[in-house]
């Protein structure tokens, strides 16, 4: 079993995708889970609170508004972990979004710089592009399995 | 001529390129810009992947990609993006750090408004081209014959008298007017030692009066005090072999220095925000009626977390201190809040933005608040800090080591 880290972070299909093969997605969801069932926190919805811009200055510096940091300080730790990582491209934001062009900036450059095997996609337009798609990923978990033995 | 990169982005249409052009040439730097092709622009910021929007980032990360790779030969590189634009600080950040990992070639950092002038420059580059230019300078590692450092910063003036590696006498006083504070700390430092002006080897000068006192004494150094507190530091702390970070929190801006044997190789220099200086301890130990001296010992005694600090400015984050001391709140929690937001400030502002390699020499007159140092370690997760003898001299320390050799006064 791989850790693949995937972008969009949020992104379902990619998550579902990973895991019928077998493998352990960092999906974004996992992490705010743990914040949300946290009864220390309370600062709804996703119980961010002031010390996670804080601790997202590990990828950003002070001058990085602080929305790009908090959002960093929940996704770069997952990217810290990743073994593998899936990006998809162009996505439109129901495939998954986190709604921030500079955090997309900065979690795909931290994803490429990790140096692990690393599938980059754009997203498909037609049914056609969609099955290569999906059988390019298949592919490459496929091929993590077989670098694990 | 030291041959500066510029890779920034933004400077041209802020119209600041002559004021980066017009620092690096006051000391004996030339700014450079790597030149190249549209094609190698795609490749590199490409194979760096960092798919910035703006066009003219892409262009930076392919002149950062043109020093490592070797296209260009540089001494050092500036790098520069517009004060809050987050896709600029992103890159900044991002391409410094390329840089560093894979050259030797030190690296300065700024980000600039429309407002940013050539003086506000001036100790970047001056520290920029001395690590270049000046090796032979920094590499000296004992101080011979008798010398005197005058640091005159922007709160205390610094004097130290050296003879035969060793200090012999100290001055301290405020700084008002430069050349009186200047002879009040001289005469100090001389008091009891036998000698006098006369006969010295030689002057060195630091801090923001060093101009104007190196002129008057017609001293053999003048040098900035990033160069000079990192050299006092490590000669100070008996680690002029290996790495270490140098910390000064002074009055009025603070450095960060990472040296290699001695040499430092990368700095941050902050000096927005008087709440991330000396100066708001200053404040707060004032506001307590007690000695800046007892700051420290009474913070140690305290918990942050007592006290509700909600700013770290320096007209309301006072302000709330005061609020906590009208509630009840002892003053020890309240001297702990004080280091601690000093502390934090740093860390946002500064630390983070320069690899630390331990140990930590913490430097400076804050480098006597004991408090200070406890919240700077905590901050960073308990790092390895050293705080030396005569650590508030530092920059006269470091002026009168490097000045040995060069003064022929007594020939």
New interface residues.
């Given amino acids: 079993m791989v850790k693949v880290a995937i972008f969009p972070p949020n992104s379902l299909i990619l998550a579902d995708l990973i895991e019928r093969k077998g493998h352990e997605s960092l999906a974004l969801q996992k992490a705010v889970r743990k914040k949300v069932i946290d009864p220390e926190i309370d600062s709804p919805p996703m119980n961010i609170s002031e010390e996670d811009p804080i601790k997202g200055l590990k990828y950003a510096a002070i001058e990085v508004p602080s929305g790009v940091r908090g959002r960093m300080s929940i996704i770069g730790p997952l990217i810290d972990e990743a073994e593998a990582a899936i990006i998809i491209d162009k996505a439109p934001f129901g495939f998954g979004c986190i709604g921030c062009a500079r955090t997309n900036e900065l979690s795909t450059f931290y994803m490429r710089k990790r140096g692990v095997p690393t599938l980059e996609l754009i997203y498909p337009n037609n049914r056609d592009e969609t099955i290569d798609m999906v059988n390019k990923i298949n592919t490459f978990l496929d091929g993590l399995n077989n670098k694990e033995e | 001529m030291v041959k500066i990169a510029l890779v920034s982005c933004g400077t041209e249409y802020s119209g600041i390129q002559k004021e980066i052009e017009k620092a690096a040439n006051t000391f004996g730097g030339e700014i450079v810009i790597p030149e190249i092709d549209l094609p190698y622009i795609d490749e590199s910021y490409k194979k760096?992947?960092?798919?910035?929007?703006s066009s003219s980032l892409r262009l930076t990360i392919a002149r950062a990609m043109a020093i490592v790779e070797g296209r260009i030969q540089v001494d050092a590189v500036f790098i520069a993006t517009c004060?809050?634009c987050?896709?600029g600080?992103?890159v900044?950040?991002?391409v410094r750090r390329f840089i560093q990992e894979n050259t030797r070639i030190p690296v300065v950092t700024y980000?600039f408004t429309e407002r940013t002038k050539a003086d506000e420059l001036f100790i970047r580059m001056e520290a920029l081209t001395t690590t270049v230019a000046r090796k032979s300078i920094l590499a000296r590692e004992k101080q011979e014959g008798l010398t005197l450092g005058i640091d005159s910063g922007s709160t205390t003036t610094k004097v130290v008298l050296m003879e035969k590696n060793e200090i012999i006498g100290t001055g301290w006083t405020a700084t008002k007017d430069i050349m009186g504070s200047v002879e009040i700390g001289a005469k100090e430092a001389f008091n009891e030692t036998g000698y006098s002006m006369d006969d010295l080897d030689g002057i060195g000068t630091t801090g923001y009066g060093r101009l104007t006192i190196g002129k008057k004494f017609n001293a053999e150094l003048i040098q900035e005090e990033l160069s000079v507190n990192a050299k006092g530091a490590v000669y100070l702390a008996k680690h002029q072999s290996g790495e270490a970070t140098v910390l000064d929190i002074g009055g009025m801006d603070n450095k960060v220095i990472t040296v290699n044997d001695g040499i430092p190789d990368n700095f941050t220099m902050g000096g927005i925000c008087a709440g991330a200086s000396g100066r708001f301890l200053d404040m707060t130990a004032r506001r307590l009626d007690v000695d800046i001296k007892d700051l420290g010992p009474l913070a140690m005694k305290g918990d942050y977390r007592n006290t509700l600090l909600n700013s770290y400015c320096i007209v309301f984050g006072i302000q709330d201190l005061v609020t906590t001391l009208a509630a009840g709140g002892s003053k020890e929690d309240v001297a702990a809040a004080a280091c601690h937001s000093v502390a934090e400030q740093v860390?946002?502002?500064q630390l983070?933005?320069i690899d630390i390699r331990e140990p930590l020499i913490q430097v400076g007159g804050t480098s006597l608040i004991s408090g200070l140092i406890k919240a700077v370690g905590e901050t960073l997760g308990g790092i390895d800090i050293i705080v030396p003898e005569y650590s508030q001299y530092i920059g006269a320390v470091g002026a009168a080591l490097l000045v040995s050799g060069m003064g022929k006064r007594q020939k």
């Avoid at chain 2, 760096?48 to 929007?53: I, L, M, Q, R, T």
């Fill in positions: 760096f992947g960092f798919s910035a929007e004060f809050r987050a896709e600080a992103l900044r950040n991002e980000s860390y946002e502002q983070q933005e």
